[in-house]
């Protein structure tokens, strides 16, 4: 299958006072059509600003985007003029975000907002717009739909207003939603609540959904592939089965291992030693391997080419076999 | 008024805390005529906390948790209740007494960003709580200080840098430091390891536990995070507006969730392996999150609750064991024995 969304090779770094921060360093992985792909990684990793750099929602100066592509139904979007790119934005990728009270605009009602992007990127007029607002709203479980459209981000609860965004993202019927962190700002019950809503979704829909979280719970749930990221590099790609049965990179069985969990009984955690490192001052080498217990020499001087476990199980790591 | 029967572990508590509220008066407004609101943020609370235990508390947001760790500290007005630190009315403190008492309990906050002073070195951080409180001399601070940061696993070569100069995990070190220095009795932490990353949260826990063991403290361990609490405590209470509706030992309270809240959090909780957490039934629970300001009658659970009958409407469930173990909860629909 074509895929979606695809990123070669994509670098995304930030030019400061400082020196250059390389957050995003050579990514490359493939989003397909009805999937949901987890990104798994610790603040800092990239994972968010992989995707808001190639949306162009990230002011520039600082960010410069170095190399590589990214290609939406097979065109490169990198080198789109600022106008096609803010209509592929508002209506082929639409992205949530984590704390929905900021995203939204305080001073406008949610009916205002929900109708905007459809009044912007399509043709239709303003009362069919209201009317499919109306309709997202009540698919994503908003109660009392109609009177709701003339209410206030602030009269919402934290679920309610994730579940307004989502809305938002919805109505223009988007090929591919990114979900930055969607549920990491609420209560575990409302995240239940989102996160089967967005499953459903899904499955109406068949649209693609690139779920970034720091929580591997979240992406066991939810994702059919995942792809973990470290200091701007991806270290393991594979099916959530790949990843986290047969853990091939050092990092991930590490992050699954010293993840406290309710299910089974933990001793004393396993911990992984040190801390991430600073990105303006990475070597040429493979950015774990202060922290990795199975790092060699080579480590230190170049960063590991990959190495496949399955036909879609890749890791960047000179390790044969997978860590235990 | 009686003293309810509380279940005191082997050892004999530490801390005492009986009936604890604490409201705040919400100032209505222009147009509301004077006619106050009260914000029942803690709502009759009592916990026994055992020597060398770790009490976890969970709940979500606006249930009550920090409020009741900041009141135990007396960080903010408690409005009734009572609350003993080893055996002392630490209530009726004040003054110099209470300045005597405070040693005794101290506190790690969420955010090391916020919680540490920028314009302070790690030395004056760990050096003011001992220069307060004791009448060490300038070579015996420096030894406690050296002391203590080996014991959080900072080398003491860090004394002269700034907080900015650190990584979260190592803020949260210094921050324990400083809540260590005086040798307390009783720890609260509050959300300690919220801020900080799965890889660098590890570490912070399994300092504190060690730190724990070690010095034999106890600690109440706040937290929203119920893999965490599972992770680092012995016995755990969870808060559902203002009041404690279950407590229990760590296993039974995972293994066997009894009040219909506990039941929906835990089963809310996602599990790190795509199988389980997709063969999982999730109990759902049903609405919003009620107002604080204006908590259901009965049983505050019960706009919310499967299990809710007539008598949850306008009774309050207490807090009584259940079938005569440790495990405590405060449901109608398991004190009589109600089909699930």
Redesign the interface.
């Known amino acids: 299958m074509e895929p979606i969304l695809e990123l070669k090779n994509y670098q995304a770094h930030f030019y400061t006072r400082r020196g250059i921060v390389k957050a995003v360093d050579g990514i490359s992985f493939k989003v397909h059509p009805g999937e949901t792909l987890g990104i798994v990684g610790e603040s800092g990793s990239g994972k968010s600003v992989t995707h808001l750099s190639y949306l162009r929602l990230l002011p520039s100066p600082p960010l410069r985007i170095v190399g590589g592509e990214v290609r939406f139904k097979g065109k490169n979007i990198l080198t789109l003029p600022d106008r096609q790119l803010r209509d592929l934005r508002g209506k082929s990728i639409a992205m949530i975000f984590q704390e929905p009270m900021t995203s939204l605009n305080p001073y406008m009602k949610i009916g205002a907002q929900l109708i905007e992007p459809l009044l912007i990127h399509t043709v239709m007029n303003k009362k069919d717009a209201w009317k499919k607002a109306i309709a997202a709203l009540e698919r994503v479980g908003i109660p009392n739909a109609e009177p709701a459209m003339n209410r206030y981000p602030h009269e919402f609860s934290g679920g309610m207003r994730q579940r307004v965004m989502i809305a938002m993202a919805l109505t223009t019927d988007p090929a591919v939603l990114i979900a930055d962190e969607p549920t990491t700002a609420l209560d575990v019950t409302v995240q239940a609540q989102i996160l089967d809503l967005l499953r459903d979704i899904q499955k109406d829909t068949g649209m693609a959904v690139v779920l970034i979280t720091h929580d591997l719970g979240v992406v066991a749930g939810l994702a059919d592939r995942v792809v973990v990221m470290y200091a701007g590099h991806v270290f393991e790609e594979g099916s959530a089965e790949d990843i986290f049965y047969r853990s091939a990179h050092p990092y991930t069985l590490a992050l699954l291992k010293s993840t406290p969990r309710i299910d089974v009984p933990q001793g004393a955690l396993p911990v992984i030693p040190g801390m991430p490192p600073d990105l303006s001052r990475l070597g040429k080498g493979c950015p774990f391997y202060e922290r990795c217990g199975y790092h060699m020499d080579v480590c230190v001087t170049e960063f590991p080419t990959s190495h496949q476990f399955g036909p879609e199980h890749e890791s960047f790591c000179y390790l044969e076999r997978p860590p235990q | 008024m009686s003293t309810p029967p509380t279940n005191a572990s082997i050892n004999p508590p530490i801390a005492r805390i009986q009936n604890l509220k604490v409201h705040f008066p919400i100032r209505g407004s222009f147009l509301s005529f004077g006619h106050k609101h009260t914000l029942k943020a803690v709502d009759g609370v009592s916990l026994d906390l055992a020597k060398g235990e770790i009490l976890g508390l969970v709940g979500?947001?606006g249930c009550g948790k920090s409020s009741l760790g900041r009141a135990i500290m007396r960080l903010i007005k408690i409005t009734d209740g009572s609350i003993e630190i080893a055996g002392t009315d630490f209530l009726a403190l004040e003054g110099k007494a209470l300045r005597q008492v405070r040693p005794n309990i101290q506190m790690i906050f969420q955010d090391p960003y916020a919680s540490l002073n920028p314009r302070m070195t790690v030395y004056d951080i760990l050096a003011e709580p001992l220069f307060t409180h004791t009448k060490l001399n300038s070579d015996a601070q420096m030894a406690k200080i050296k002391q203590t940061l080996d014991l959080v696993g900072l080398n003491a070569k860090t004394c002269k840098k700034y907080p900015h100069e650190f990584?979260g995990?190592?803020r949260q070190r210094i921050a324990i430091a400083r809540a260590l220095i005086l040798d307390p009795k009783v720890i609260i932490a509050d959300e300690p390891v919220s801020s900080l990353?799965?890889?660098?949260?590890?570490?912070i826990?399994?300092l504190l536990?060690e730190i724990q063991t070690r010095l034999g403290l106890s600690m109440i361990f706040i937290s929203?995070?119920?893999?965490?609490v599972?992770?680092i405590s012995d016995r755990i209470a969870v808060m559902y507006l203002g009041k404690i509706v279950e407590i229990a030992d760590r296993e039974a309270l995972?293994k066997n969730p009894l009040h219909p809240y506990t039941r929906?959090?835990?089963?809310?909780?996602?599990?790190?392996?795509?199988?389980?957490?997709?063969a999982r039934k999730?109990i759902?629970?049903g609405g919003?999150?009620p107002s604080p300001l204006n908590p259901p009658k009965g049983c505050a659970f019960h706009t919310r609750c499967p299990l809710a009958f007539d008598r949850c409407r306008t009774e309050p469930p207490q807090l009584i064991a259940h079938s005569k173990s440790l495990h405590r909860v405060a449901c109608f629909a398991v004190e009589e024995n109600r089909p699930s």
């Open positions: 979500e947001s990584s995990g190592q990353d799965v890889s660098v949260q590890a570490q826990l399994n536990k929203h995070n119920l893999a965490v599972k992770y995972y929906a959090l835990v089963s809310a909780v996602p599990i790190p392996d795509p199988k389980l957490e997709r999730r759902p629970v919003e999150l």
